[in-house]
């Protein structure tokens, strides 16, 4: 098992904007894994329990496994 960063990207939205968070940091044999771990439901998801978006993310912000990549959008 490895040990993974979660951080959601920033966002500027209807007013309202917000820099990247971390998450927390958890093993797991996956950065998906580490993700279901650390925020279950709040995770965008299809019925059929696919990622909406292809990737990891919460409210349409991407999950990363490092700071950097989290701060490319919005800081």
Not at 15 to 44: H, N, P, T, Y
């Amino acid at each position: 098992m490895e040990e993974y960063e979660v951080w959601m990207e920033g966002f500027s939205a209807t007013g309202e904007r917000s820099g990247a968070q971390f998450q927390g940091k958890i093993k797991s044999e996956s950065f998906a894994g580490a993700c279901e771990k650390l925020v279950g439901k709040q995770l965008d998801k299809n019925t059929d329990g696919s990622y909406r978006y292809g990737i990891p993310s919460i409210w349409g912000c991407r999950l990363f496994d490092n700071e950097k990549d989290a701060r490319k959008s919005f800081g």
